[in-house]
């Protein structure tokens, strides 16, 4: 059964203290690997798509990376305005639609 | 400025009761798709369309019809049949339906059962 799992659910850090999230799959095949962001009450802002294992993308503190296995999203020295929930979503070879996590909720405090 | 927009924003029924939620895009998408978010679960697939009159079920379709009569418009009804509609609601598009193409999403709609 194709599965994503995001760990940890919730994640709490201090300005400038950077960490990594973690979006484990397991499909039948990898289309692509998608990272988004979503603030309460809205919907989900697309960051990144990957689609190979060793593909890395970088957008001001975010950084995504991709395995066979897993994908993480690395944030550097993060600020209070990176509080978010970040979830992961992937496209598998067979069908349509995209799996997502259930996401991981971090806050920053300064 | 292309994007998304669903409205309302919030949405109240009552029981018994038919509602529509409604979802344009002018990002020329093909694809269309409506999600449901409850808290501490993720997004679950409610319809989507890969193009214009024509729509497949997701894995949560009971109590839930869909339209797509225009390419830019995929109006989503919460029938009574749906015992439990209270929830987020999103819609996104896609370029195509394929799964390497990333999907972009609406605001939400907030439903809400009185």
């Known amino acids: 059964e194709d599965q994503v799992t995001q760990s940890p659910e919730a994640l709490r850090l201090q300005e400038g203290e950077s960490s990594s999230l973690n979006c484990s799959y397991t499909?039948?095949?990898?289309?692509?690997l998608f990272w988004y962001r979503q603030d309460p009450g809205k919907g989900p802002e697309f960051l990144f798509t990957?689609?190979?294992a060793g593909e890395e993308k970088e957008k001001e503190r975010l950084k995504a990376t991709l395995t066979k296995k897993e994908s993480f999203l690395h944030i550097t020295a993060p600020k209070p305005e990176d509080s978010a929930t970040y979830l992961c979503?992937?496209?598998?070879?067979?069908?349509?639609?995209?799996?997502f996590g259930k996401g991981t909720t971090l806050s920053v405090s300064s | 400025d292309g994007g998304i927009t669903q409205s309302p924003k919030y949405l109240f029924r009552k029981e018994g009761q038919n509602v529509t939620l409604s979802c344009e895009q002018n990002?020329?998408?093909?694809?269309m798709y409506w999600y449901r978010q409850d808290p501490g679960q993720g997004l679950r697939l409610i319809y989507y369309?890969?193009?214009?009159?024509?729509?497949q079920k997701g894995d949560i379709a009971e109590g839930y019809s869909v339209s797509r009569e225009k390419k830019e418009s995929f109006p989503l009804t919460v029938t009574s049949a749906q015992k439990n509609p209270t929830a987020f609601y999103l819609c996104?598009?896609?370029?195509?339906?394929?799964?390497?193409?990333?999907?972009?999403f609406g605001p939400g709609t907030r439903l809400t059962v009185l």
């Open positions: 996104a598009s896609s370029v195509t339906g394929i799964s390497y193409n990333e999907q972009f």
């Open positions: 499909v039948s095949g990898l289309r692509g």
């Open positions: 990957l689609y190979s």
């Open positions: 979503a992937v496209g598998p070879q067979a069908g349509t639609a995209l799996i």
């Open positions: 990002l020329n998408h093909d694809a």
């Open positions: 369309s890969q193009i214009v009159n024509d729509f």
